[in-house]
């Protein structure tokens, strides 16, 4: 199983990012894949989980409405756009199926 994330940048609040997650090992289009994020000093939280066919989703409280995850099952890509963006979403970000997960990439909002 190998997840690489990339998109992570230094925004402003109120700003946007697209994460994205390229999927590769494993069969893709028949799991259910989440997002999660961990900010300085604290533990894992999950963000977002998309089911299989990319019609189903659930998000934290902290994130819903701001951010929407997507899949694409084609080219074994998950995605999460983030809009709205505010400080506490500083954190790393991490693409996982189970308790696997990438090397994540930093999103940092700060003015």
């Known amino acids: 199983v190998q997840l690489v994330e990339s998109g992570g940048d230094l925004v402003q609040p109120g700003g946007s990012l697209r994460l994205s997650c390229a999927a590769s090992g494993f069969n893709f289009r028949t799991s259910a894949m989440n997002w999660a994020r961990q900010a300085p000093g604290k533990g894992l939280e999950w963000v977002s989980t998309?089911?299989?066919?990319?019609?189903?989703?659930l998000y934290s409280n902290s994130v819903k409405g701001r951010f929407t995850i997507s899949r694409d099952n084609a080219q074994n890509m998950l995605y999460l756009q983030m809009n709205n963006l505010k400080e506490e979403d500083t954190a790393v970000y991490y693409c996982?199926?189970?308790?696997?997960r990438g090397q994540g990439t930093q999103v940092t909002v700060a003015s």
């Open positions: 998309i089911s299989t066919d990319g019609t189903q989703s």
């Open positions: 996982r199926i189970g308790s696997t």
